[in-house]
């Protein structure tokens, strides 16, 4: 007995030492070599590196997590993404019309809970790789991704999609709901997952529907996951059906507010953008998928500077083709200097602020997560600058903004416990998902090949 | 002596089997589990993988290179950069006026031949791990940048800078020069690497200086590298001094041609893309690093479709903050799809093209390198595809402009010898360069915080 609380009184309280600590705190402070202290999931103390008061604490030295080199940051919160989508990347990129004539018949014919347990698994293993934490995903048989990502261990908000129409899960809308509902069931003692009711966009579900949508959140207290102002041809069919904006329609079905996280707002005017803001809109900013499509970059910049729940996201791996946090850093800055023709907007901070403490705030975790400050459960990284590309690190922001990938990604942690460490994933077995999903895609390879080879 | 006989024999023939090959010819040939035979330097043979080909060619199973699962390309040409310049990586990133306010001065008091011989070494490390394996530079004490170069392996065209006032390396223009000739003396018999003259851009040199370096390029068959069409003040500049824009002002200067390879190019108009390629001037196309400093695009697509000799560029550290070309692949598609609102725009193909052949052309060396094909200089890359970005592979062509990392690349061969396989450098021992890199890094960082420190 005496052995096993000596184990557990070890294993609650953690120490992470001697890295760069950017805690992304509102007075952005830095340790610069630093020295984090967890207790179970949650952070107890922060500050400079005092082997005394790892003494005092009783953390033997070699028990903590030497980040030295490293830079520590709070983990990625990847704010938008379809992770069960993982088995049909680099499918048919760049075909004109590519949702409508390939992905939707796609999806009809071939999404079934295997599938979407092995790609969410799949999609997983890539992003806790990475250093994502904490991620919002809505997609078809979201049960799958939900017990996948609870098998995981990271933390999440996971959206069942709903359309009229349903879809490879449902026969039509009210058959979706029920997953809601049966999602809800699953989670509900659940301490790292959430369940969302995920309206797929304006354009494929009815005002009625997405009424209903607005009333369940609000009588489950549940977030609300959607697309919003993100193809060019819904705003047209939104004005024509409803006689006003994709923005301003969605306020009218109540699905903005604090509950709620909209993907995309690519064509968001000032006035929109304003909407967003004074309903507490958590907006989801996937500049990496959404210049690959040709659509065009949300006015990120903008949204930042008045104040926006705004976060970053991968989008799905048929949009955006990864999953990776890092990337998407680099790319959300460059769009908004290229296209506002200036340097100086959206500076490194800026965007690790959005990929952390920002999507959290989309995501309206920001109390539970996206700092590293005293209370916060213990979602932390570690970026290592082994790397040519990493050295040297003048400024640890600029560093991981221009210069990171995603395997100078050394140690992932949520809620206290280490996800992967050293490039070595500790809740995923990578290598078995793969093998399994080997077959599926084979299966897909021989029978759409039609679509990508010309 | 029959040991070192059989030996010689063994080495001088090798074969790279199972991968799958993206020759990048003419006609876009791939062999899904090919196989190429390497003379010496030389590629002799290539189609698909056959054992009994091998027994014949007497080269044993064992000596071969498998690159089974991989993605087998062209090494990668990086058409501009400026190698010596990595100790300065992400110093005052996103300064307004960086150039003439902290570059400029930096350079002044910091670049001297040790700074450039270990930042070259470095930068060498990164692209070899990268899979690049021709490059063109141009910076000061360019002897450095070749002699770190030949020690690597690495093919090139090594620009020595030259500017009316000198630089950290000349007094003056005549001085400038004089090193250019110091270099085509030193490299006058080297197998991988040419020297190039470097007039660094229209705003910095008199109109008789560039004339000077149009005639010395003729007199010597040099390579010439410049920047143009790239600042936002050297249209008027070069408006008001001259009377022309830009590209017709280098024409007049009898600049442009077909020894010339012009970096930037954003500000080019139709008749300016016509003159580029009906004088056979090669461009270099950079878009990680014109789009962070948010000075523009150039028009890649109208320019690629236009049949001009268009390859891609990383730009130096400063500028772009990698050296890592597989990142350059995502950001040349989606620049060019987002700028035109078209995801048809820019296809996989077209950029790893650009990538490839694409900058031995712009480099004037296709005869030489940028394709697998029989009688070309054997410059091959491997891209491996066991991480989970990389998984599935419906198209190769978009795995890897869409998914890969620098750290997917598993081999890089120059002229037939292997720089890197699985992650190890064969030329280059990376930990103590970078030991030596630190002091020089620490004395920056005591000198120059207050550059970036807000």
């Known amino acids: 007995m005496l052995y096993f609380s000596m184990t557990e009184a070890t294993v609650s309280t953690q120490a992470i030492i001697n890295g760069t600590i950017l805690t992304m705190d509102r007075q952005w402070t830095v340790h610069d070599r630093g020295m984090i202290i967890i207790e179970g999931d949650t952070i107890s103390e922060i500050g400079p590196y005092c082997p005394d008061r790892l003494e005092t604490l009783r953390i033997p030295l070699d028990t903590c997590i030497d980040a030295r ?5 709070p983990g990625l919160v990847n704010t938008h993404t379809h992770i069960g989508m993982s088995l049909f990347r680099s499918l048919a990129d760049d075909r004109p019309n590519r949702l409508l004539e390939v992905i939707f018949p796609l999806e009809r014919s071939q999404v079934n809970p295997k599938l979407v ?73 659940d301490r ?73 707002c690519i064509f968001a005017s000032p006035d929109e953008c304003k909407l967003l803001i004074d309903t507490h809109t958590g907006i989801a900013h996937n500049p990496s998928a959404n210049s690959k499509s040709g659509k065009g970059i949300a006015p990120a910049h903008a949204l930042y500077q008045a104040g926006a729940r705004i976060g970053l996201g991968t989008d799905g791996p048929m949009s955006g083709n990864t999953m990776d946090m890092i990337h998407q850093l680099g790319i959300t800055a460059k769009m908004q ?38 209370g916060k459960r213990a979602d932390i990284v570690v970026v290592g600058t082994d790397s040519p590309a990493m050295f040297p690190v003048y400024d640890p922001y600029a560093a991981l903004v221009y210069s990171a990938c995603p395997t100078d990604v050394m140690l992932t942690m949520v809620d206290g416990k280490v ?8 809740t995923i077995d990578a290598r078995s998902i793969r093998k399994e999903a080997q077959g599926i895609v084979d299966s897909i390879r021989a029978r759409f090949s039609h679509l990508w080879e010309s």
Chains 1, 2 share one sequence.
């Open 117 to 189: 347990h092995i790609a969410s698994l799949h999609s997983l293993a890539e992003m806790i790789g990475g250093g994502t934490t904490c991620f919002a995903d809505m997609y078809y048989h979201a049960k799958e991704t939900a017990l996948a990502a609870r098998q995981s261990g990271i933390r999440g908000i996971v959206g069942q999609a709903v359309a009229s129409k349903g879809g490879p899960d449902a026969k039509d809308f009210p058959e979706a709901v029920q997953l809601v509902g049966n999602l809800q069931e699953l989670l509900q003692d």
């Open 192 to 264: 790292l997952l959430a369940p969302a009711i995920a309206p797929h966009a304006p354009y494929s579900l009815s005002e009625s529907e997405l009424e209903y949508c607005a009333a369940f959140s609000e009588t489950h207290n549940m977030a609300i996951l959607s697309h919003l102002a993100e193809m060019p041809f819904e705003e047209s069919y939104v004005q024509e059906h409803y006689g006003v904006r994709p923005i301003a329609f969605y306020d009218r079905c109540g699905l903005l507010g604090p509950r709620s996280t909209m993907a995309h």
């Open 337 to 374: 200097k290229v296209l506002l023709k200036d340097p100086t907007v959206m500076t490194p901070r800026q965007v690790l602020r959005c990929a952390t403490i920002g999507g959290a705030e989309a995501l309206h975790l920001e109390r539970i997560t996206g700092s590293i400050e005293i």
């Open 419 to 426: 996800l992967m460490r050293d490039r070595e994933l500790m």
């Open 69 to 73: 080199g490293g830079i520590v940051i």
